[in-house]
């Protein structure tokens, strides 16, 4: 028994590491949420995932607006480091638990702190992105 | 699980986040502090967002550790040492993986959109497992629970359970699977496995998932409980009519004394060797007592470093492992004119489903067979045993996952997910399901059909725990903590019953 752990042991040791470590990933070491890419029929929406609804994403967009994409509009759904995980026509609910938990605000955002939020971009109301 | 298996599993586990909200500012009590040393990410009420590195320290008012506070828009940061509880929405763990495709999944999940978790929080005790339906005639039957008490990673096991559906219209076998309970699954791989017998025939899985074909199956000459009182009538029959042990016993309990047995004696055909006891039973509540309420729920915070890291290690994830599969569960044993041999173990199975099994036992006196089946105290709702004087064992045809469907939408990725035992896993969260396809070829012969399933969950750490601990340390595996469950079990097992069917989380 004791030889199997230690060739467990040495095993793990000697496993490669991929994919995010909690070292270098910015939704663990940083306050931000994981960077986004979403392709959408007609354009491409690039940023920080703020928070997961059930019918849309939000998103901070590179060019610093906060927009709403509907999940309907989405093709396909890039997110760093943990891959595609929405892909037009498929059923979105486990990918939307897992990119939660990474968004900036997991636990979603009250109607007056959206507002700040919003206030802080020049906006009053969300964009939305189709 | 075979440790052989288990062991290399460890190199495959995922990292998990911890996530638990509404703290509240209440006394969590003298216990406190509570150290969790995986990164924490605190999102407060005010909308700024605070990372502990290295983890941190809860008190009974406030969390401490060396933090950098960050505003609404990012635009400011501070560092901070403590944040008051009654700021704090909720909080996240992150732990790294081990393993590499899906390095980071969500093991404790409560989010603020999902009402119904929140709402349920303070009093859901209903699991722990996925529970398996099949239609039949437009209702939803319970069919099985897979791997019950595979509490983490490193436990994760195959179960296989005797399925009793038919086929639908098409020939397909479709099987719901659904996430009722306030944890997170991971599927590792659903299969299908076929088994053709004769139509005098009844196909059952033995203790070590084997399968069995049974046949000539007989009533017990009779059966005692420990206090030598016949309880042959409770195993006569698929009735509903259940043994369960006296609260007589019960009240005796005490640390050196926890176990109820029955003893049993049946007909052995002549020349035989070896018989197969037959059993329909599943767990009491008394199992889910000692994982809710003191495995987890007593060292309220600290259960999340338990599950989130401590059982994530080989040595003391085998000293739980091993005490558990010496302490709870059944003992079979034979009785050779001396002394009762143990010849199996049954392994818990859970208390949702009923469980049908064969367990094979030596006959060592000729003509009949003493067997004494060994257990805490209360562990088991055991509705019918009975003797088989045949048996084979048999290889099934298995019969791979082919196709799953959430609603109306085939969901590729997650067919990918679950075909394989490998590192890829369907994760579920509380209140979700999904329909998994199989296409058996089609027979006019009697077969039976069982699921194989393999994978683990975590528990959600559930806001009352937090609030009020009761250890100042995490889970030790004694006999005390049985002692302790089987303590509360028996003051609280008529509303406890009631309540675990109640807070059963609708799916969507």
């Keep these: 028994m004791r030889a199997y752990i230690a060739v467990a042991g040495a095993l793990l040791f000697a496993a490669c590491y991929h994919g995010p470590s909690i070292y270098t990933f910015d939704p663990v070491r940083r306050p931000t949420g994981v960077d986004a890419d979403l392709r959408l029929e007609k354009q491409r929406v690039s940023g920080e995932l703020l928070e997961v609804q059930d019918s849309a994403l939000i998103v901070l967009t590179d060019s610093k607006r906060v927009v709403s994409v509907p999940l309907r509009a989405i093709r396909a759904?890039?997110?760093?480091?943990?891959?595609?995980?929405?892909?037009?026509?498929?059923?979105?609910?486990?990918?939307?638990?897992?990119?939660?938990?990474?968004?900036?605000?997991?636990?979603?955002?009250?109607?007056?702190?959206?507002?700040?939020?919003?206030?802080?971009y020049g906006q009053t109301e969300l964009e939305v992105v189709r | 699980m075979d440790r052989r298996v288990?062991?290399?599993?460890?190199?495959?586990?995922?990292?998990?986040?911890?996530?638990?909200?509404?703290?509240?500012?209440?006394?969590?009590?003298?216990?406190?502090?509570?150290?969790?040393?995986?990164p924490v990410k605190a999102h407060l009420v005010d909308g700024s967002t605070v990372v502990f590195l290295a983890g941190l320290t809860v008190d009974s008012a406030e969390v401490r550790g060396e933090g950098n506070r960050y505003s609404l828009t990012l635009r400011d940061s501070a560092a901070v040492s403590s944040i008051p509880l009654d700021s704090i929405v909720g909080m996240e763990a992150f732990e790294q993986s081990v393993n590499g495709a899906s390095s980071f999944a969500v093991s404790v999940l409560a989010t603020g959109g999902t009402?119904?978790?929140?709402?349920?929080?303070?009093?859901?005790?209903?699991?722990?497992?996925?529970?398996?339906?099949?239609?039949?005639?437009?209702?939803?039957?319970?069919?099985?629970?897979?791997?019950?008490?595979?509490?983490?990673?490193?436990f994760e096991s195959r179960d296989v359970d005797r399925l009793r559906l038919v086929q639908a219209a098409d020939g397909s076998v479709r099987l719901e699977i659904?996430?009722?309970?306030?944890?997170?699954?991971?599927?590792?791989?659903?299969?299908?496995?076929?088994?053709?017998?004769?139509?005098?025939?009844?196909?059952?899985?033995?203790?070590?998932n084997g399968l069995l074909v049974v046949a000539?199956?007989?009533?017990?000459?009779?059966?005692?409980?420990?206090?030598?009182?016949?309880?042959?009538?409770?195993?006569?029959?698929?009735?509903?009519?259940?043994?369960?042990?006296?609260?007589?016993?019960?009240?005796?309990?005490?640390?050196?004394?926890?176990?109820?047995?029955?003893?049993?004696?049946?007909?052995?055909?002549?020349?035989?060797?070896?018989?197969?006891?037959?059993?329909?039973?599943?767990?009491?509540?008394?199992?889910?007592?000692?994982?809710?309420?003191?495995?987890?729920?007593?060292?309220?915070a600290r259960s999340l470093d338990w599950v989130g890291k401590d059982l994530k290690q080989v040595g003391p994830a085998l000293a739980v492992a091993?005490?558990?599969?010496?302490?709870?569960?059944?003992?079979?044993?034979?009785?050779?004119?001396?002394?009762?041999?143990?010849?199996?173990?049954?392994?818990?199975?859970?208390?949702?489903?009923?469980?049908?099994?064969?367990?094979?036992?030596?006959?060592?006196?000729?003509?009949?067979?003493?067997?004494?089946?060994?257990?805490?105290?209360?562990?088991?709702?055991i509705d019918r045993i009975a003797v088989a004087h045949r048996f084979r064992r048999v290889s099934p045809t298995v019969i791979r996952l082919a196709e799953v469907r959430e609603g109306e939408t085939s969901n590729p990725t997650a067919l990918a997910s679950m075909h394989d035992a490998d590192g890829r896993y369907l994760q579920t969260s509380p209140g979700q399901r999904f329909t998994a396809v199989f296409h058996p070829r089609s027979s006019a012969e009697p077969r039976t059909f069982f699921l194989a399933a393999q994978g683990y969950y975590t528990e959600w750490v559930r806001a009352s725990w937090l609030r009020s601990p009761r250890a100042d340390h995490g889970f030790v595996p004694s006999d005390s903590a049985l002692a302790r469950a089987l303590d509360r079990w028996r003051m609280s097992q008529d509303s406890l019953e009631a309540l675990f069917t109640a807070t059963r989380i609708p799916t969507r």
């Excluded at chain 2, 288990?6 to 006394?27: D, E, G, K, N």
């Excluded at chain 2, 791989?189 to 059952?204: D, I, P």
């Excluded at chain 2, 409980?225 to 016949?230: E, M, S, Y």
């Excluded at chain 2, 949702?352 to 067979?369: E, F, L, M, Q, R």
């Design chain 1, 77 to 120: 759904g890039l997110f760093a480091k943990l891959g595609t995980l929405l892909i037009e026509g498929w059923e979105p609910h486990s990918a939307l638990a897992k990119l939660r938990s990474f968004s900036r605000f997991p636990f979603g955002l009250t109607p007056e702190l959206r507002a700040r939020l919003l206030a802080a």
């Design chain 2, 115 to 154: 009402a119904l978790v929140v709402g349920a929080l303070a009093v859901a005790i209903f699991g722990s497992c996925p529970t398996v339906y099949a239609d039949s005639a437009g209702t939803a039957l319970l069919q099985a629970e897979g791997f019950s008490y595979s509490i983490a990673p490193i």
């Design chain 2, 216 to 300: 000539d199956q007989h009533a017990l000459t009779r059966a005692t409980d420990r206090r030598g009182h016949d309880v042959t009538g409770a195993f006569a029959a698929e009735d509903g009519n259940v043994y369960r042990t006296a609260a007589h016993t019960m009240e005796q309990a005490q640390l050196s004394d926890l176990d109820d047995w029955i003893d049993l004696t049946a007909p052995a055909p002549p020349g035989a060797d070896s018989v197969a006891i037959v059993l329909r039973l599943r767990n009491s509540l008394l199992n889910t007592t000692l994982l809710y309420d003191v495995m987890l729920g007593d060292p309220g």
């Design chain 2, 178 to 208: 659904r996430n009722e309970a306030l944890e997170t699954h991971y599927v590792n791989q659903l299969e299908l496995l076929e088994v053709v017998h004769g139509s005098m025939e009844t196909a059952l899985v033995d203790e070590r």
């Design chain 2, 6 to 38: 288990a062991l290399p599993l460890v190199l495959l586990v995922s990292a998990c986040i911890h996530v638990y909200q509404s703290i509240r500012p209440r006394p969590l009590d003298r216990h406190t502090p509570v150290v969790v040393t995986t």
């Design chain 2, 322 to 381: 091993q005490w558990y599969q010496q302490r709870m569960g059944m003992n079979v044993a034979v009785n050779d004119g001396r002394q009762y041999r143990v010849v199996a173990h049954l392994r818990d199975t859970g208390p949702i489903a009923w469980k049908d099994v064969a367990i094979v036992v030596p006959v060592v006196t000729p003509g009949s067979v003493r067997v004494r089946l060994t257990f805490p105290m209360d562990n088991w709702r």
